[in-house]
């Protein structure tokens, strides 16, 4: 069955990714009608398969990507303090290896890097002698005698796309998961979206005045086969892979590393008791979808922190794997490495009709994405407050906190919730930030708060997590709204599908309850 809505939109997009949610926020913020649409999950692409980082590219002022690296840089402070429960300063050791690239270049870009972006709240760089200070002793002995320290960011990525969506439902945006855009057409004086609900098969038709292919890996599919446009830009698929393995130091910093072949390897620490290390550049032909990771990238990786750390990784020692696909621009570039991480639009008008496509792009300057792509459209959007820019000091959803109070929230909730551990308290500031509490309702004891799924997974998380961030499946829970799945045993993940499946879904989610236009 078909089903059609009166309602004519400012704008249908197309991808719940980190670009498209952005984009539904900034739009609705300025007072535009939105309507999004999400074949899966939100972040459930490439989203939520990154190396978890707000930061410049020190890498890309190799290949004179300046423009790109200095929007980076100075969106680093933006989003921390828009985002301080998901996004946090992270110190990167970078030592010094001989043969490699040399000790000036690195000073001159860790120079640049300090000063190109205007840093204003983050520590700047500086030397450090690996045989005296404690970064230098998880490195091989003898092997490493000086290196260099700098600032970027952390950041919890699919979160950030979550909180995007919500931000943008609360300002009126209405925000379809688990429904695919399968045909676009031109009718009269405007876009006619057919999209299915991909549980039911249920279709719907929609209407807007623009449209904004924000599909990632599937831009190029959204523009010729949905849409009926041939594309001019290219997209170039690049698999990125990641491990996991248990800590492998006691400190908090993260290393990035120089590997012979050009590239450089990060080590981080993840979710206190892990180190994520990645990540991967190589072409990727097929369906985005079924990216994996292969044995040849998981010894690649393996390999090349072995050759810093006194310790050397084995394929043996990871405990969880993931990869994603970039949606580059093509830019001819001979390695997947050197391809630009910048993002280019196409703007498209059959029939006079707005389609703007996205290619590339990159998670630290999605922000400033979202706000050039309106300005790509401005003159087809009718009625458009002229509020642009306002992203950028509007806190995200629990964000309206200063950069340092995360500490004191948890202490809150400990006070608040006695009942809760410390490890249990800490998870929720950094997860939800000032709205921990909403989470917890007015529960009085443990038991208060249902069904334990273990790893301090509780019912009432759960329900929250349903009626208000779009979660349907246990893989939504703890991969993308949390990463509870490192400490969850299969049969508790198991479980959690199965109660899942017995909820009934709200049919009215958060976008529903109210517009903070």
């Given at each position: 069955?078909?089903?059609?809505?009166?309602?004519?939109?400012?704008?249908?997009?197309?991808?719940?990714?980190?670009?498209?949610?952005?984009?539904?926020?900034?739009?609705?913020?300025?007072?535009?009608?939105?309507?999004?649409?999400?074949?899966?999950?939100?972040?459930?692409?490439?989203?939520?398969?990154?190396?978890?980082?707000?930061?410049?590219?020190?890498?890309?002022?190799?290949?004179?990507?300046?423009?790109?690296?200095?929007?980076?840089?100075?969106?680093?402070?933006?989003?921390?303090?828009?985002?301080?429960?998901?996004?946090?300063?992270?110190?990167?050791?970078?030592?010094?290896?001989?043969?490699?690239?040399?000790?000036?270049?690195?000073?001159?870009?860790?120079?640049?890097?300090?000063?190109?972006?205007?840093?204003?709240?983050?520590?700047?760089?500086?030397?450090?002698?690996?045989?005296?200070?404690?970064?230098?002793?998880?490195?091989?002995?003898?092997?490493?005698?000086?290196?260099?320290?700098?600032?970027?960011?952390?950041?919890?990525?699919?979160?950030?796309?979550?909180?995007?969506?919500?931000?943008?439902?609360?300002?009126?945006?209405?925000?379809?998961?688990?429904?695919?855009?399968?045909?676009?057409?031109?009718?009269?004086?405007?876009?006619?979206?057919?999209?299915?609900?991909?549980?039911?098969?249920?279709?719907?038709?929609?209407?807007?005045?623009?449209?904004?292919n924000a599909g990632g890996p599937w831009v190029d599919e959204v523009l010729s086969q949905r849409a009926g446009v041939n594309a001019k830009a290219k997209v170039r698929l690049v698999q990125g892979s990641h491990i996991v393995v248990r800590r492998l130091y006691e400190h908090d910093r993260a290393y990035i590393f120089q590997n012979e072949d050009g590239r450089i390897i990060f080590a981080i620490p993840y979710q206190n008791d892990f180190t994520l290390i990645g990540?991967?550049?190589?072409?990727?032909?097929?369906?985005?979808?079924?990216?994996?990771?292969?044995?040849?990238?998981?010894?690649?990786?393996?390999?090349?922190?072995?050759?810093?750390?006194?310790?050397?990784?084995?394929?043996?020692?990871?405990?969880?794997?993931?990869?994603?696909?970039?949606?580059?621009?093509?830019?001819?570039?001979?390695?997947?490495?050197?391809?630009?991480?910048?993002?280019?639009?196409?703007?498209?008008?059959?029939?006079?009709?707005?389609?703007?496509?996205?290619?590339?792009?990159?998670?630290?300057?999605?922000?400033?994405?979202?706000?050039?792509?309106?300005?790509?459209?401005?003159?087809?959007?009718?009625?458009?407050?002229?509020?642009?820019?306002?992203?950028?000091?509007?806190?995200?959803?629990?964000?309206?906190?200063?950069?340092?109070?995360?500490?004191?929230?948890?202490?809150?909730?400990?006070?608040?919730?006695?009942?809760?551990?410390?490890?249990?308290?800490?998870?929720?500031?950094?997860?939800?930030?000032?709205?921990?509490?909403?989470?917890?309702?007015?529960?009085?004891?443990?038991?208060?708060?249902?069904?334990?799924?273990?790893?301090?997974?509780?019912?009432?998380?759960?329900?929250?997590?349903?009626?208000?961030?779009?979660?349907?499946?246990?893989?939504?829970?703890?991969?993308?709204?949390?990463?509870?799945?490192?400490?969850?045993?299969?049969?508790?993940?198991?479980?959690?599908?199965?109660?899942?499946?017995?909820?009934?879904?709200?049919?009215?989610?958060?976008?529903?309850?109210?517009?903070?236009?």
């Open positions: 069955m078909n089903q059609a809505t009166d309602q004519v939109f400012d704008l249908a997009i197309i991808g719940g990714g980190i670009n498209g949610c952005g984009i539904a926020r900034d739009a609705a913020g300025r007072g535009n009608s939105v309507f999004l649409c999400e074949m899966n999950d939100l972040a459930s692409g490439t989203s939520s398969w990154s190396t978890k980082l707000i930061h410049g590219g020190l890498r890309y002022l190799e290949y004179y990507e300046f423009r790109l690296v200095r929007e980076a840089l100075m969106e680093r402070e933006v989003l921390w303090q828009i985002a301080p429960h998901i996004i946090r300063p992270l110190r990167f050791v970078l030592p010094h290896h001989r043969g490699l690239r040399p000790a000036w270049l690195l000073r001159l870009g860790l120079f640049m890097y300090d000063h190109l972006g205007g840093r204003k709240l983050l520590p700047s760089a500086r030397s450090v002698d690996l045989r005296r200070d404690e970064v230098g002793r998880p490195l091989a002995p003898d092997r490493f005698s000086r290196g260099f320290e700098y600032s970027d960011c952390f950041v919890d990525d699919a979160r950030l796309v979550v909180l995007n969506a919500i931000d943008a439902a609360e300002r009126g945006a209405v925000i379809r998961t688990r429904t695919r855009a399968v045909q676009a057409r031109r009718v009269a004086d405007c876009w006619q979206v057919t999209v299915q609900d991909t549980i039911t098969g249920a279709q719907e038709t929609i209407r807007a005045r623009t449209l904004i990540t991967t550049d190589r072409d990727y032909d097929g369906d985005p979808a079924k990216v994996k990771i292969t044995n040849d990238e998981i010894n690649y990786l393996c390999e090349a922190v072995s050759e810093y750390f006194a310790k050397p990784v084995l394929p043996e020692d990871v405990v969880w794997t993931y990869a994603g696909v970039r949606p580059l621009y093509d830019d001819g570039a001979s390695d997947a490495k050197a391809a630009t991480r910048d993002y280019v639009f196409e703007l498209d008008t059959p029939g006079g009709l707005p389609l703007l496509s996205i290619f590339g792009g990159k998670i630290t300057t999605y922000r400033r994405l979202s706000e050039e792509a309106l300005e790509h459209v401005a003159a087809h959007l009718h009625g458009t407050k002229a509020r642009a820019g306002w992203t950028a000091t509007a806190a995200l959803p629990g964000g309206d906190l200063d950069v340092s109070a995360i500490p004191a929230l948890s202490n809150e909730l400990l006070r608040e919730f006695a009942f809760l551990t410390r490890t249990h308290a800490d998870r929720l500031a950094h997860a939800y930030g000032s709205r921990a509490k909403l989470v917890l309702g007015r529960a009085k004891s443990l038991a208060d708060l249902g069904q334990s799924f273990g790893a301090t997974l509780t019912e009432s998380e759960v329900r929250y997590l349903m009626a208000n961030e779009w979660a349907r499946t246990a893989e939504d829970v703890v991969w993308r709204r949390s990463k509870l799945g490192l400490r969850l045993s299969v049969d508790e993940i198991a479980a959690l599908e199965a109660w899942m499946a017995t909820q009934s879904v709200p049919a009215k989610p958060l976008q529903e309850a109210g517009s903070r236009r």
